[in-house]
Each structure stands twice: as structure tokens, then as C-alpha cells.
């Protein structure tokens, strides 16, 4: 296993919508900051609340101390507001920004064109230097929309080409795939570090759910296995803090160079996974 003080791991949370939600996050932001994590990232809802919510939560963590990076995406916005929000990232002391190009919102409709995530690295360098470290995302089992496989990676290699430092991954189960397409980003000519994003698992509905949306592969003896415990919610826990960790100790074995958890909010079983990793 890699030293694990040479260990980056980050925890990646959502924008809460109530103030009970609110109030949870500074527990488990506090809770989990005990873990030593190198930074927090919060999601990004492009348009309206969802991106005001993103703000309010980043800029509130910042002001207590916390490294956190916001995701973000042009969405409907244009170049202006963009600047506005990153000058009002860069004056909060803001230092890292997640960059994409998101999806579509609901009910839009076609009518919006989203910018390619390569077109707001390029954006942001130009316009505030290295200012911000950047990171993009990256898929292992490669992004629903893409065309063809070396397409991806090719286009994973424009974003970084643009002046991303980083890329964190999808999640996804199957660390072959994982392996697999590193041996190809190296091939690309990809040299800067891949992160992988690791889902923590707590609900077999949702996670199967969501994995069909965004083309992450829950391999069947897993999915069998998950469907198996049926109500028994302490045993499917359990069962899923044991594969992911053995999942990270497999990745960090074969040198990843570190962890990005989707908390989906919560401590636990985040928590305890990195306790298991002696990461802590
Ligand atoms: P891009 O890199 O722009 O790629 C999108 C698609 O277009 C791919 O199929 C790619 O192959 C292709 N492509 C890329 N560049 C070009 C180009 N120049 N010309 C032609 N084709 C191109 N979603 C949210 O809404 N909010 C979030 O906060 C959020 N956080 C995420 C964090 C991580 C780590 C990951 C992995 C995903 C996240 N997503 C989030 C989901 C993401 O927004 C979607 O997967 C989205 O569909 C693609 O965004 P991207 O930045 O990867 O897009």
C-alpha cells in the first residue's frame, strides 16, 4: 500500500436544500475534517438555487477554516456572471475549483448549449491565471455521451491540455476498468495525477438508480449480492463498507494516488472505510 501520508483524499458533499440538511453538513463537515482530508468539494446545480445553495455552503465552510473547492459549469450562466462568481470565489479565499460541463437542467429543454468543460478551464485560466487549482472529471467506463472510447480520453486530455491540474473519476466498482483506463490515458500522453471517486454504499434503489444514469457499472454479482439483503439495511452496510475498502486498498495498492469519497453527506460509512485504509 502507498505511504499513506502521500494519500490524497477529499469528501465530496451536496448543497444542502433545508436548514435541518444545513445544520447536519457542519457535523459531518467537522466530523469528517478529523480524517485530515486535503480538501471538501460541494456539487453544482447550474441555474437559480441550486448554484446560490453551492455558494452559501462554500463560502460558509471557507470562512471556518474548511480548504473547499465548488463545483462548477456555465450551465444557462454567461461569461460575465461567470466572472462575477469566480471573482467572488477568488475574494472569499477560494483556491480550487471543480470544472465541468454538466448536464442539462430539467426542463430546459434543448434550448440551452452547454459549454464543454475544456472551454472553462481554458476560460478561467485566461482569466485568473493559476489562481485556482483546477480539477475535471474522468470515466473509467467512459461518459454516457461519448462517442467512442479513445474519444473520451481524448477529450479527458483536452481538458487537462487546457490547464487542469487534476481529474477525478466516476465511480465505478470494477477496478480492472479503472486500470484499464489509465494504461490508456498514459498512452494519451495523460501524465498528470487521476483521482479516483469512490461511492460509499448505503442504498441499493438509489445506487442502481443513479449508475444507470451517469454509466457507472455495478458488476451483477455485486448488484445480486446488494439485492440479497433485501430490509437487513445493517447488513447491506456492512457489506459495502468491507468491498469499497477492500476496492480503495486494491487502488492505493496499485498506486492511485489518493481517495475522493461522494459522502452523499453522510460521516459514516465514509468514515469508516478510511479508518479501515489507516488513512487517517
Ligand atoms: P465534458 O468533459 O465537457 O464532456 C462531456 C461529453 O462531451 C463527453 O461525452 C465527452 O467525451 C464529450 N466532449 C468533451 N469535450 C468535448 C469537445 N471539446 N468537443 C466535443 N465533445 C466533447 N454534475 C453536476 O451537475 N454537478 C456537479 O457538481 C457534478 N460534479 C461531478 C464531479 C465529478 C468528479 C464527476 C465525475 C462528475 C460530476 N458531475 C456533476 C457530472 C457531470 O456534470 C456530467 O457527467 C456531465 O454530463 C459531463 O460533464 P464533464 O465536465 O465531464 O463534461
Given at each position: 500500500m502507498s505511504d499513506a501520508s502521500q494519500v490524497h483524499i477529499s469528501f465530496e458533499f451536496f448543497p444542502p436544500k433545508t436548514d435541518a440538511g444545513r445544520e447536519k453538513l457542519v457535523t459531518t463537515r467537522r466530523e469528517l475534517q478529523q480524517l485530515k482530508p486535503e480538501y471538501f468539494s460541494v456539487t453544482y446545480g447550474a441555474g437559480g438555487t441550486t448554484r446560490d445553495n453551492t455558494k452559501g455552503i462554500v463560502t460558509q465552510m471557507r470562512s471556518e477554516g474548511f480548504d473547499v473547492a465548488p463545483h462548477l459549469s456555465?450551465?444557462?450562466?454567461?461569461k460575465n456572471s461567470m466572472l462575477a462568481l469566480l471573482n467572488e470565489y477568488k475574494n472569499a479565499g477560494i483556491n480550487r475549483i471543480v470544472a465541468l460541463r454538466g448536464d442539462m437542467p430539467s426542463g430546459v429543454g434543448g434550448a440551452l448549449q452547454l459549454v464543454y468543460a475544456n472551454e472553462l478551464v481554458a476560460f478561467i485560466r485566461e482569466h485568473f491565471g493559476e489562481h485556482f487549482y483546477l480539477a475535471v472529471a474522468a470515466y473509467p467506463e467512459i461518459?454516457?455521451?461519448?462517442?467512442s472510447y479513445d474519444d473520451d480520453v481524448h477529450y479527458l486530455k483536452g481538458k487537462l491540455d487546457a490547464g487542469a491540474n487534476s481529474a477525478i473519476t466516476q465511480y465505478f466498482f470494477n477496478p480492472d476498468a479503472f486500470f484499464y483506463f489509465m494504461d490508456h490515458c498514459q498512452r494519451a500522453g495523460i501524465d498528470k495525477p487521476i483521482y479516483p471517486g469512490i461511492m460509499p454504499i448505503t442504498n441499493f434503489k438509489n445506487l442502481s438508480r443513479f449508475s444507470d444514469i451517469c454509466g457507472a457499472e455495478i458488476p451483477r454479482w455485486i448488484r445480486k449480492r446488494l439485492e440479497s439483503f433485501g430490509d437487513d439495511q445493517e447488513s447491506l452496510v456492512n457489506f459495502g463498507i468491507d468491498l469499497i475498502s477492500e476496492l480503495c486498498e486494491t487502488l492505493l495498492d496499485n498506486d492511485a494516488p489518493g481517495l475522493h469519497f461522494?459522502?452523499?453527506?453522510?460521516?459514516e460509512p465514509t468514515r469508516q472505510i478510511v479508518l479501515n485504509l489507516d488513512l487517517a
Open positions: 456555465f450551465g444557462g450562466d454567461d461518459h454516457p455521451e461519448a462517442k461522494y459522502t452523499m453527506n453522510q460521516i
